[in-house]
């Protein structure tokens, strides 16, 4: 009994729950310790009468086939301008707000791409989409290849300029989301996103959102936008964004990492 009221009176002292974690933290439920930050801290600044449910990610360890992490991100549709603003991402679960700290400026900064609200946005949700072990590898291998044969870099350049050139319909040097549809189909693959939901249109948009908002106009993407776009993931792998988006298992962040990520 003495052992119980012990254990109710700590329960008592400790009755502040989070309203969901912002990093994760030895204690998930209890009283905030040291510079750990709550949502509650962050709802102060969120607009909650206008704020709305944008997207759910969750990433999943295929190893212990655990979901490793969860987030939730809010913002403000503006009808008008048809886009979302002041956009956060909170509830993070898990092991994914290693995300929340992580920077993109480094990497946009190697791939020579500015990333402005809305595509920086949109990259959140792509990183979501593509974030794999795989395609770790994938990158890392494609840059030594090109770097040790700058033929097989210009042929590759050259393929993908070409499958650009045969999308784009008005020939105006830019793709429009439906011209992209079909450049993306046919260069999608050839970097490394060869499974079977690669080509899906909601994957291919995310993409298309990414490269589209780099520059203006915005609903339209360049042959450079889609080159930004790839430097930037090979940049972000390269830095340990991967390991950043969480793990289950390994003593060492990432080691074991074997994730599948999805986006709502
Ligand atoms: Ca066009
Ligand atoms: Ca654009």
Redesign the pocket.
């Known amino acids: 009994m003495l052992v119980l009221a012990a254990a109710d009176a700590a329960f008592a002292a400790d009755a502040f729950i989070p309203y969901d974690c912002y990093t994760e933290s030895v204690r998930l439920y209890g009283a905030p310790k040291g510079n750990k930050i709550t949502d509650k801290e962050l709802i102060a600044g969120l607009d909650i009468n206008n704020s709305k449910l944008s997207a759910i990610a969750a990433c999943t360890d295929m190893n212990t086939r655990l979901i490793s992490g969860v987030t939730t991100t809010w913002g403000v549709w503006d009808g008008v301008a048809n886009q979302w603003s002041d956009v956060k991402a909170m509830n993070t679960i898990g092991n994914m707000s290693g995300l929340q700290e992580y920077d993109d400026s480094d990497a946009a900064s190697t791939a020579g791409v500015s990333l402005n609200e809305a595509a920086n946005w949109a990259l959140q949700a792509y990183w979501y989409q593509e974030a794999s072990p795989d395609q770790k590898i994938f990158y890392a291998t494609r840059k030594d290849n090109y770097e040790a044969d700058s033929d097989l870099a210009e042929a590759a350049t050259k393929t993908r300029q070409n499958a650009f050139a045969a999308a784009?319909?008005?020939?105006?040097?830019?793709?429009?989301f439906d011209?992209a549809m079909k450049f993306y189909e046919v260069v999608r693959p050839l970097d490394g996103k060869d499974g079977a939901t690669d080509v899906k249109i909601e994957k291919i948009e995310r993409a298309f959102k990414v490269a589209a908002n780099f520059n203006e106009p915005y609903d339209?993407m360049s042959f450079a936008d889609y080159e930004g776009l790839e430097k930037l993931m090979e940049a972000a792998y390269a830095e340990g964004k991967l390991e950043k988006t969480g793990h289950a298992r390994g003593d060492n962040p990432g080691e074991d990492l074997s994730h599948h990520c999805t986006t709502i």
């Not at 784009?168 to 429009?176: A, I, K, V, Y």
């Open positions: 784009d319909t008005d020939n105006d040097e830019l793709l429009t011209e339209k």
